[in-house]
């Protein structure tokens, strides 16, 4: 019998993780719950895929800002845009 390798995953087998109880830290349940992708029904794809679509939309917000013409017009919205990315990518 082949020994397992602990890093490779069957994909008949479900991945397995922490269960999130109420004796953990604040911080730990908030990890558990948001980024690790171990723990079933957590929202870690959804929120991956958000902050993926956020860097789309800085590369075109970056591209936009040096369109004059765009970027006068809508300069307060840029600059709105700025400090929320800055706020979320902190904050991830």
Same mark, same amino acid.
């Given at each position: 019998?082949?020994?397992s390798n ?10 397995? &993780?922490?269960v999130? =109880?109420?004796?953990? #830290? ?6 558990l719950?948001?980024l690790d992708? =171990?723990?079933? &029904? ?11 679509l ?11 800002e040096?369109? #004059?013409?765009?970027? /006068?017009?809508?300069q &307060? ?5 700025d400090v929320? #990315?800055?706020?979320?990518? =902190?904050? /991830?």
């Amino acid at each position: 019998m082949a020994a397992s390798n602990p890093l490779h995953l069957n994909e008949d087998q479900p991945l397995e &993780g922490p269960v999130i =109880t109420e004796d953990m #830290s604040f911080r730990r349940k908030a990890y558990l719950w948001l980024l690790d992708e =171990t723990v079933e &029904g957590n929202y870690q794809k959804a929120i991956d895929r958000w902050i993926a679509l956020l860097i789309i939309f800085n590369l075109f917000a970056l591209l936009f800002e040096h369109v #004059s013409v765009i970027y /006068e017009a809508y300069q &307060g919205w840029f600059q709105v845009f700025d400090v929320f #990315s800055v706020a979320v990518f =902190t904050l /991830e």
